[in-house]
């Protein structure tokens, strides 16, 4: 029997992500749309919630505001997303996910990862990953690219690889080589603010996160920082969780500069307002419940929430929400080192009303 770098057994673990999903979608439904440059999302006071690829080469990115884009992109077309369309091809790429195991975690509507270490059926996850990504063209017109690894971590890696469309493989003993050989801003569950911590204290790449102890990363990252040791290794032992369920959706961020003016807080907020919203949008997901997380210059934290009969409607109710919980509590003499913002008390969007992706999405 096969072992992975840690001695356990080897799985065949696949990331299957669809190509600049929403923007692709709207472009297959639209043939004015294709070689185009692309922007799912609404011009004014919106962001961008995903860019075709022809928008990307000028820097276009999802998260980024509309304006942004524009200034980068003149001929950028917007176009309103359609959340009930998106769900419905979501649906077809799962019921392709589902003949080849049952072991099937998606993480959003264009991704997911499959296990099918014991549903090869004598073939190899590599040619399994190929068939997929030949159905999915088939019944979609769409394109996805695949990541065939013997984890989750570098299942995901590998599906970047060669986007768009293509497909790449990261065998056992080529795991701990192709993990140090990267920028640590390329690692899933590296973010920015981590990784400039990181870059503090000289890791840049995956061999600096390597020659790391573990006790060094746990004083300075915490809990995280056994999982960093382990990924900087090849090593990742979490399962595919096919009935995974999400209790919340969250994002948070660490300044450089303690904010101390109300207005620079408000403007942070937004920015983490319109990625939780992002997240809920593409995983069809609602919530009742407002979190702020707040931690002071000195270190001390604090949180505080406000929860609604009802789900939350819209971006901007829940940015007001959490403007209103940092009211109160963000004069303090030591400034504001993080800001967070979490929505819980979730429930599956109804399909006759999607939620409104950032709920800024109001073309003039």
Request: glycine letters at 8%.
């Amino acid at each position: 029997m096969t072992t992975g770098p840690a001695g356990e057994r080897v799985r065949r673990i696949v990331h299957v992500d669809m190509d600049a999903f929403y923007a692709s979608v709207e472009q297959r439904d639209n043939p004015e749309l294709r070689g185009r440059p692309v922007a799912v999302g609404g011009i004014q006071r919106g962001v961008v919630a995903a860019a075709s690829y022809e928008a990307r080469r000028y820097g276009v990115r999802s998260a980024m505001p509309s304006m942004r884009a524009m200034r980068l992109c003149p001929e950028l077309v917007f176009v309103k997303p359609r959340f009930d369309v998106y769900r419905a091809v979501s649906q077809q790429v799962r019921a392709i996910f589902a003949e080849y195991t049952p072991l099937v975690e998606p993480l959003s509507l264009d991704e997911a990862y499959l296990d099918l270490t014991d549903h090869l059926a004598g073939r190899t996850a590599t040619r399994i990953a190929q068939e997929i990504r030949a159905r999915i063209r088939q019944a979609t017109g769409l394109t996805a690219s695949a990541g065939v690894s013997y984890n989750k971590f570098l299942a995901k890696l590998a599906s970047d690889q060669r986007k768009p469309d293509g497909l790449f493989v990261i065998p056992p003993e080529a795991g701990a080589a192709f993990v140090q050989g990267l920028p640590i801003g390329r690692f899933h569950g590296i973010g920015p603010a981590t990784a400039a911590r990181m870059q503090a204290h000289g890791i840049l790449t995956g061999a600096d996160l390597a020659r790391q102890s573990l006790e060094f990363l746990t004083a300075r990252f915490g809990k995280s920082g056994s999982y960093y040791w382990h990924i900087a290794r090849g090593i990742d032992t979490r399962e595919v969780k096919p009935n995974r369920i999400r209790k919340s959706i969250g994002a948070e961020n660490t300044y450089f500069e303690d904010l101390r003016d109300l207005a620079a807080a408000h403007e942070a907020l937004a920015e983490l307002a319109d990625k939780v919203w992002r997240h809920a949008a593409s995983a069809a997901r609602r919530g009742r419940t407002v979190t702020l997380k707040v931690k002071y210059g000195d270190f001390r934290q604090i949180t505080r929430a406000r929860s609604l009969p009802r789900a939350v409607e819209s971006r901007d109710e829940m940015l007001e929400m959490a403007r209103d919980l940092l009211a109160p509590v963000f004069a303090d003499p030591h400034g504001v080192r993080l800001l967070g913002i979490t929505l819980s008390g979730l429930e599956e969007a109804r399909q006759d009303e999607p939620p409104r992706q950032l709920g800024l999405f109001d073309q003039a």
